[in-house]
Structure formats: C-alpha cells, structure tokens
C-alpha cells in the first residue's frame, strides 16, 4: 500500500518561499508520474505541477510557470514542489499524488493521495 505524507507547509510573506516534499513508503515511486494539486477555501482541487518516473515529461499549470519547479529523488522516494516568488494567491492545502500510469492535470489521473500540507501567504 503506497502512503504519501506532505511536508514543508508554512506560513510566508509575499515574494517568499518554501520547498514542500513528498515521502512515499510502502512501495517504490520510481516508476509512478507524481503531481501537485492544492486546494483553497471554497474552490476545486486545482492542479499545480507533474512529473513522470524519468523526469522527461514535466508540466506547471500556467499561474506557477517560472516560480515553482517539480522534482523528485528516486532513491529517497520522495517528490518535491520549490517554490518562490510565493504570492497570497498562492494560499491553498497542497497535496501529493500517485499514479501508476499516464498522469496529467486531472485528479482522476492518480490513484494514490497524501493528506495535504496547508501553505499560507501573507501580503
């Protein structure tokens, strides 16, 4: 059974930042496409950022390109979410997602879900 735990949520001033990490157990992530999806107050589960087990498909959704960068360490079976420049609107409950095939911005996309990490920016 995989599990995913969110850490590295915070509190932060505008224009700050903060790296959130994603450790799995349970199973190797090697092979799954791994994503980012947050969800703010009163609003759906927005997809953030993905990255499949060979690090050659990559996607941001548009409001984060150039300010937050997906990564993952195999050996450490853990997925990571940088992210700078952090704006209030930014404000929202990251989680972590698994998927075993194709995977994109669809929360249907993955199978396995962590408990998600609040993150707040302040203006």
């Known amino acids: 059974q995989l599990q995913l735990v969110e850490s590295g949520g915070g509190l932060v001033q505008a224009g700050g930042s903060l790296r959130l990490s994603c450790a799995a157990s349970?199973?190797?992530?090697?092979?799954?496409?791994m994503g980012w999806f947050r969800q703010a107050p009163g609003k759906e589960r927005e997809f953030v950022a993905s990255i499949n087990w060979s690090v050659t498909d990559i996607h941001y959704t548009d409001s984060v390109k150039g300010r937050f960068t997906i990564s993952r360490d195999n050996a450490k079976n853990t997925v990571y979410l940088q992210m700078n420049s952090l704006k209030p609107e930014d404000t929202a409950f990251y989680y972590c997602?698994?998927?075993?095939?194709?995977?994109?911005?669809?929360?249907?996309?993955?199978?396995?879900w962590g408990q998600g990490t609040q993150v707040t920016v302040s203006s």
């Open positions: 997602a698994a998927s075993q095939g194709w995977a994109h911005s669809r929360p249907s996309d993955y199978e396995n």
């Open positions: 349970g199973r190797s992530i090697s092979s799954y496409t």
